[in-house]
T-cell receptor
Framework: QQQVKQSPQSLIVQKGGISIINCAYE??????FPWYQQFPGKGPALLIA?????SEKKEGRFTISFNKSAKQFSLHIMDSQPGDSATYFC?????????FGAGTRLTVKP | DAGVTQSPTHLIKTRGQQVTLRCSPK?????VSWYQQALGQGPQFIFQ???????QRGNFPDRFSGHQFPNYSSELNVNALLLGDSALYLC??????????????FGEGSRLTVL
């Protein structure tokens, strides 16, 4: 059922550094690509999302880069902060069926 | 404005038993989706309910069933529990067709442990 592959599994970054998480998808019919952030004991919360008609979307310190031909997209977190420490999930959806990656556990060291 | 609420938050069952999990969607939302999140994994889509009917289903056996009520709340039922059913069960709500945002709003989940 896994149609979205996410890497790395875990990531450790120093405060102020750049965190980069990558995802690849298989189904070219997917039309919505969100990133969710999940803290321990909480449900995932939408961080940022992109549609395949644009190559980049930036919201504050968070940027999605999207490469339609390579069927890949990535999340960049600039100036990473300890409060960004969480698990990040990429996802891809077609209509109401959303498929998630396996997640990346990000730790930002002070 | 209450978000998505789920109950119970934690429960323990034994193999072969049945469990019912409950979800109230965010105010103004009429579509409810259920996901299973195993430890260290991403959420896996179980099914979605809209207008009291199952609209779409993921790759889960018939032991997993659901229901949506006229007030849009929903239940997830799992029969003949297996050890592998131990997971966090997430409910997510959205307005019909999710409009332009496509966003799903998740609850905090019900953690099921099967012994």
């Amino acid at each position: 059922q896994q149609q979205v592959k996410q890497s790395p599994q875990s990531l450790i970054v120093q405060k102020g550094g750049i965190s980069i998480i990558n995802c690849a998808y298989e189904n070219t019919a997917f039309d919505y690509f969100p990133w969710y952030q999940q803290f321990p004991g909480k449900g995932p919360a939408l961080l940022i999302a992109i549609r395949p008609d644009v190559s980049e979307k930036k919201e504050g310190r968070f940027t999605i880069s999207f490469n339609k031909s390579a069927k890949q997209f990535s999340l960049h977190i600039m100036d990473s902060q300890p409060g960004d420490s969480a698990t990040y999930f990429c996802a891809a959806s077609l209509k109401d069926d959303m498929r998630f990656g396996a997640g990346t556990r990000l730790t930002v060291k002070p | 404005d209450a978000g998505v609420t789920q109950s119970p938050t934690h429960l323990i069952k034994t193999r072969g038993q049945q469990v019912t999990l409950r979800c109230s969607p965010k105010s103004g939302h009429d579509t409810v989706s259920w996901y299973q999140q195993a430890l260290g994994q991403g959420p896996q889509f179980i099914f979605q309910y809209y207008e009291e009917e199952e609209r779409q289903r993921g790759n889960f056996p018939d032991r997993f069933s659901g229901h949506q009520f006229p007030n849009y709340s929903s239940e997830l039922n799992v029969n003949a529990l297996l050890l592998g059913d131990s997971a966090l069960y997430l409910c997510a709500s959205s307005p019909k067709d999710r409009g332009n945002t496509g966003e799903l709003f998740f609850g905090e989940g019900s953690r099921l442990t099967v012994l």
